[in-house]
């Protein structure tokens, strides 16, 4: 393995130089070695499952977030089949290859998470990280067919930035349903699976994390405000406008670091 981490403009991690492609805005921090970035990764995958059960994300076996492996890039980090969210370690994570195959872990593998998140990595190599579960409001408001409307300055994070799928044909289990995912996707944030619940994609583990944590905000700000009346949403320009100011993933790293960071506190063993 080699011993530094490199990030040049060809990395997964640099800028886009393409000012027209949204969402890839600036890198995050450099870590000194391979072996940094990926404990960082691991530990950020471990902190965002405990968040996610504290924002009661995790229900049965559904749900998985995965983090590309910064050396063996056509790996990834998920969690274990059937270990809740909230109980979840660094040690506990498996690292998974392009073939399904787990190189590390002795756990089972979700065949859901696999299909699901190999196709998104493989697809978009800027995809670091992917957050998927069948959050509550993710799944009502993904039962209307349709995408958000952009109602709040919020919600104008993911302005023009998330997808709708509406390809339906049951649990996810083979490629071929990952792949159209993929596809709908594309350089977005999130996706609307129709039916199914929301996904979100990201440059850190970070991001992704947050941005999940906030569409489903997002759709529960809009199931409110549509069954109390009618919403007014934000004009176009100002909406693009907003976007541009609070759309990047830097805000979103803060953002997830200032949960990150007290969950830490009050429970250390999820580094172990």
């Known amino acids: 393995m080699s011993a530094v981490l490199s990030i040049d403009r060809k990395s997964p991690l640099a800028l886009n130089p393409n000012p027209k492609q949204k969402f890839w805005f600036d890198p995050p921090p450099r870590r000194t070695s391979v072996e940094a970035e990926r404990r960082h990764r691991q530990e950020r995958l471990a902190g965002a499952f405990r968040l996610f059960a504290r924002f009661g994300f995790a229900q049965g076996l559904a749900g998985h977030i995965t983090a590309r492996d910064p050396e063996l890039t056509d790996h990834f980090w998920v969690n274990p089949l059937g270990v809740h969210f909230s109980r979840i370690k660094v040690s506990d994570l498996l690292l998974v290859n392009a073939r399904g195959e787990t190189v590390i872990g002795d756990r089972p593998l979700n065949k859901a998470a696999f299909a699901i998140h190999a196709a998104i990595h493989e697809h978009n190599p800027k995809i670091i990280a992917a957050a998927h579960t069948h959050s509550t409001y993710g799944k009502a408001w993904s039962t209307l067919g349709r995408k958000l409307d952009t109602l709040t300055q919020d919600a104008c994070v993911f302005h023009g930035d998330v997808a709708l799928f509406d390809d339906f044909t049951g649990m996810v289990v083979d490629g071929s349903e990952g792949e159209r995912i993929a596809r709908a996707l594309g350089d977005g944030k999130g996706a609307i699976l129709k039916n199914h619940g929301i996904l979100t994609a990201g440059p850190t583990v970070e991001a992704a994390a947050w941005w999940y944590i906030a569409l489903d905000n997002a759709c529960h700000t809009q199931l409110l405000a549509e069954a109390a009346g009618t919403?007014?949403?934000?004009?176009?320009?100002?909406?693009?406008?907003?976007?541009?100011?609070?759309?990047?993933?830097?805000?979103?790293?803060?953002?997830?670091?200032?949960?990150?960071?007290?969950?830490?506190?009050?429970?250390?063993?999820?580094?172990d």
């Open 231 to 271: 919403p007014q949403p934000i004009d176009e320009a100002t909406a693009q406008h907003t976007h541009g100011q609070i759309g990047g993933p830097e805000g979103a790293l803060h953002s997830f670091e200032s949960l990150y960071e007290g969950l830490v506190e009050a429970e250390p063993e999820l580094l």
